[in-house]
């Protein structure tokens, strides 16, 4: 085997993302039998020793599994918040393997938070040239107006920042006051992205709830509640990402390898 990047093959394993994993590398944390490393260029085989902060892990992995989590409001999406609040993963139940997150969503926001084993199966499903569907409904004060509407579907740009075009479907049956209910799907994800726009119009959002995320849904779960993907949904899923890649004929396709020992 040539091998690969000993920060993707971290990353593989579930540790952390590739880019965290370069940044353990440049910290003197990662050790390839026996040596510590000083560059994430360093190529490994399935037969070398792995170490991250004295211990090993394991590169011959199953495949990458995926979670739904229905993130209720008020939990950080991370493992440890240095201001002391709650986060997705201490609320986790105990029996489930070592997750990291794809994407995040904000403290005030709930719904659909996929968790995976894999840093790689999460970076690809983050990634701006992947563009994958995120579904909202969100609760806006105001009637939002048609041209507004129609401006976020050809993409606005605040303090010189250009966001892309955003689906946005309001809700008629479910009025509440001055309170108005939309469906908003978006393709890129950026921080507070669909607060910032609304806000820009002068619509504050009150509530902000994920119901989709590449295809997968929050159905039934009820806040706090977690379920794997089936594994025939998620190597579809790699499938997918594999062939969006391989239509772009200015990018290298890239593998997104499964790993030895499917789960049936």
Request: hydrophobic content about 30%; aromatic content about 4%.
């Amino acid at each position: 085997s040539k091998g690969e990047r000993v920060a993707k093959v971290i990353a593989a394993a579930g540790i952390c993302s590739r880019r965290d994993a370069e940044r353990l590398i440049e910290q003197k944390r990662v050790r390839v039998n026996g040596n510590t490393l000083t560059t994430p260029a360093t190529i490994v085989t399935p037969d070398d020793v792995i170490e991250v902060d004295g211990e090993k892990i394991k590169t011959k992995t199953q495949a990458p599994r995926l979670f739904r989590y229905h993130k209720p409001a008020g939990l950080m999406t991370t493992h440890k918040d240095p201001e002391g609040r709650p986060t997705v993963f201490e609320r986790l139940p105990p029996h489930l393997p070592r997750l990291i997150s794809v994407g995040r969503l904000d403290y005030d926001s709930e719904g659909l938070l996929l968790l995976t084993t894999s840093g790689e199966l999460s970076r690809e499903l983050e990634l701006p040239k992947n563009a994958q569907a995120r579904s909202y409904r969100v609760r806006v004060n105001g009637q939002v107006s048609d041209k507004h509407i129609h401006l976020l579907s050809r993409g606005v740009v605040i303090d010189d920042e250009k966001f892309r075009p955003v689906e946005v479907v309001p809700d008629t049956e479910k009025v509440v006051g001055r309170n108005r209910w939309l469906t908003v799907t978006l393709h890129e994800g950026r921080n507070r992205e669909i607060r910032r726009l609304f806000e820009f119009f002068g619509y504050p959002v009150s509530r902000l709830i994920r119901v989709g995320y590449a295809g997968l849904e929050l159905g039934k779960l009820h806040p706090g509640e977690v379920e794997e993907v089936s594994a025939h949904d998620v190597e579809a899923l790699i499938d997918r990402l594999e062939r969006s890649e391989e239509k772009r004929p200015t990018h290298k396709p890239r593998e997104l390898k499964r790993k030895t020992g499917d789960r049936k």
